[in-house]
């Protein structure tokens, strides 16, 4: 069962494509220590696509953040070091025809909610995309 006390965790990670593994690898002990085995699937699925766009669209470091919030509200987001919006997601079936462009249309389909802001980091200028998934 989930804890009813709020925790967050930062994993901060360098511009490397093993970042998606190393961040999809330590949200699901997070997860599973805290009790929420039930949301790791599509937590994971969810992580590894705002992570990726981090480190595929940016040239600077990046971080992850997860914050649980009772009485069940999970929220994934990553920071990277590029102040301009997201592309918006395509619907869904139009991105599943393209090579890439897919990761914020996974976000949007599978998340409760999600969004980004600008954002500014130890004084670096950037942007924060995050979604939220409940524990059903």
């Keep these: 069962m989930p804890e009813s006390d709020s925790w967050e965790y930062s994993l901060h990670i360098p511009n490397d494509v093993r970042a998606v593994t190393v961040s999809r690898r330590t949200l699901r002990l997070i997860l599973t220590v805290h009790g929420l085995i039930t949301l790791v699937d599509v937590a994971e699925l969810l992580a590894a696509e705002l992570v990726a766009n981090a480190v595929r669209h940016t040239k600077g470091p990046a971080a992850l953040r997860v914050r649980w ?8 987001g990553a920071w990277d070091a590029d102040p301009s919006p997201p592309e918006p997601p395509e619907p869904f079936a139009a991105a599943l025809e393209r090579e890439d462009g897919r990761g914020l249309a996974l976000v949007r389909a599978c998340a409760d909610v999600w969004d980004w802001q600008p954002l500014v980091r130890d004084g670096n200028r950037g942007k924060f995309v995050w979604c939220e998934v409940g524990a059903a």
Excluded at 70 to 76: K, M, Q, S
């Design 69 to 76: 919030s009772p009485p069940g509200t999970l929220r994934i």
